[in-house]
């Protein structure tokens, strides 16, 4: 019995993903190709075994209807294209064409185009532009850290009673305990924290996998 999450080392992490989110070839060469073509930025990509758990919830609340805000190179949009349901469509909202293109030749890859859609340009007003009534099944919120909270309140109101919202990169590196006021995108995320907390429109709870996840259902 451990009272608290163990921590992860290097060791241990390996561990965690051979045995059960073991990336297959397509996900591995996607991780390879982001290393070596964007060494600068591959770190905003999931994890693998955050990748397996999108697919997971995906599934097993038998998404049909789902959002992506910030694709970056399609690990994550792959992970819940996956899961999605029979004739699920997922929509992927992003500003750059650059790191989406190589999420196009994946998402053809893997198969999924018939349920991928991308968007290019400011995810607000996409999301502004979405059907204001209760439509979506799943959402998952991988952006710019000072939008989320202009991106959180434009989705609430388009779940479904029982929808997940999915919020990334939650903990900071460890620096939401003890943010430096120059961080901006931390700074944020403290705001957005309290503000997820307080939200009678859903439950919630931060799980330590990757960089910090939220998990939100719909009431």
């Known amino acids: 019995m451990t009272r608290q999450t163990l921590p992860l080392t ?9 045995n059960g989110s073991e990336p297959d070839d397509l996900v591995r060469d996607l991780i ?11 770190g905003m990509q999931v994890a693998p075994e955050q990748a397996a758990f999108l697919t997971f919830l995906t599934r097993v609340t038998g998404a049909r209807r ?5 694709t970056f190179t399609g690990l994550s949009s792959i ?19 650059e790191f989406t293109s ?11 185009d018939d349920r991928v859609e991308l968007r290019i340009g400011p995810a607000a007003q996409t999301v502004a532009a979405l059907p204001a009534e209760p439509h979506l099944d799943l ?14 309140e434009a989705v609430v109101p388009r779940m479904r009673p029982g929808g997940l919202i999915l919020v990334d990169n939650v903990l900071r590196h460890g620096h939401i305990i003890d943010p430096d006021p120059a ?12 503000h997820v907390l307080a939200d009678d429109r859903v439950e919630s709870m931060i ?13």
Do not use: Q
């Open 10 to 18: 290097d060791a241990l992490h390996a561990y965690v993903v051979a």
């Open 32 to 42: 390879a190709e982001t290393a070596a073509a964007l060494p600068d930025d591959a």
């Open 66 to 70: 789902a959002l992506e805000i910030g």
């Open 79 to 97: 992970a819940i294209a996956r899961g999605l349901a029979d004739g699920g469509r997922l929509t992927c909202l992003d500003v750059s064409e």
């Open 102 to 112: 190589m999420a196009r030749r994946y998402w053809r890859r893997a198969g999924l």
């Open 139 to 152: 959402v998952f919120i991988d952006a710019d850290k000072t939008g989320y909270l202009g991106y959180w």
């Open 183 to 194: 961080d901006v995108g931390t700074v944020a995320m403290v705001e957005f924290n309290r």
């Open 207 to 219: 799980l330590p996998i990757a960089d910090g996840l939220t998990l939100a259902r719909r009431l």
